[in-house]
């Protein structure tokens, strides 16, 4: 049994509404991510248009939570620091009276020495890339460089804007997953 017929007849006891479910599941899977997911559809017999669809539905989704949860944790860290600085740091008073803060200091995330070379040298590659390629450039270079979870997550945590980056993640999970779709339908095609 090769591994189209196999994944068939695992797919072929679903209900036929639930098919479609395990391409979702499989986007949400980082390295599987949407192309995956299409990829598992389509060779298990579900519609590649409703693979697909399934895919960037599931992959989108885990990754909206990301970022979601990424922006609200970078904005209550940053809120902390500044509420550190602002108590820790006497403020220096200017000509005109005012306080001066150091706004680099309180913006900067803290760096953790508990980081793992591996973790350092994902942080790295992706700093990289970022600086070279900018948010779109990131987004849809993503599948090629990290999984859209881990981009989408760091872009989030540099304090890029949540809208932004669900925009090009969005994006760059469609695209992906389309041009999966059409190639795997199209080996298939060929093959039978």
């Known amino acids: ?9 695992l797919l072929g006891h679903l209900p036929g509404p639930l098919q479609p479910l395990v391409s979702a599941l499989a986007g949400m899977i980082p390295f599987v991510e949407g192309e995956g997911g299409a990829a598992i559809g389509i060779l298990g017999g579900v519609p590649p248009i409703v693979a ?5 539905a599931g992959n989108f989704l885990v990754v909206a939570v990301l970022v979601l949860a990424s922006s609200g944790a970078r904005r209550a860290v ?21 306080a001066a803060v150091d706004a680099e200091g309180a913006d900067a995330l803290p760096e953790s020495s508990d980081v793992s070379p591996r973790a350092a040298a994902r942080r790295e590659k992706f700093q990289r890339a970022y600086e070279r390629f900018g948010v ?13 979870h881990f981009t989408a997550t760091m ?13 090009w993640q969005g994006i760059a999970i469609v695209g992906w997953t389309t041009l999966t779709a059409l190639i795997i339908t199209g080996v298939i095609t060929v093959v039978r």
């Open 78 to 98: 940053v809120a902390r620091s500044r509420r550190t600085v602002r108590t820790e740091v006497p403020a220096a008073v200017g000509a005109d009276g005012a």
């Open 136 to 148: 779109p450039g990131v987004s849809l270079l993503g599948p090629l460089l990290l999984p859209t």
């Open 1 to 9: 049994m090769d591994l189209i017929d196999h994944l068939q007849n």
């Open 52 to 56: 697909a669809l399934a895919a960037i």
């Open 155 to 167: 872009l989030a945590a540099t304090g890029v804007r949540k809208g932004w980056i669900l925009l």
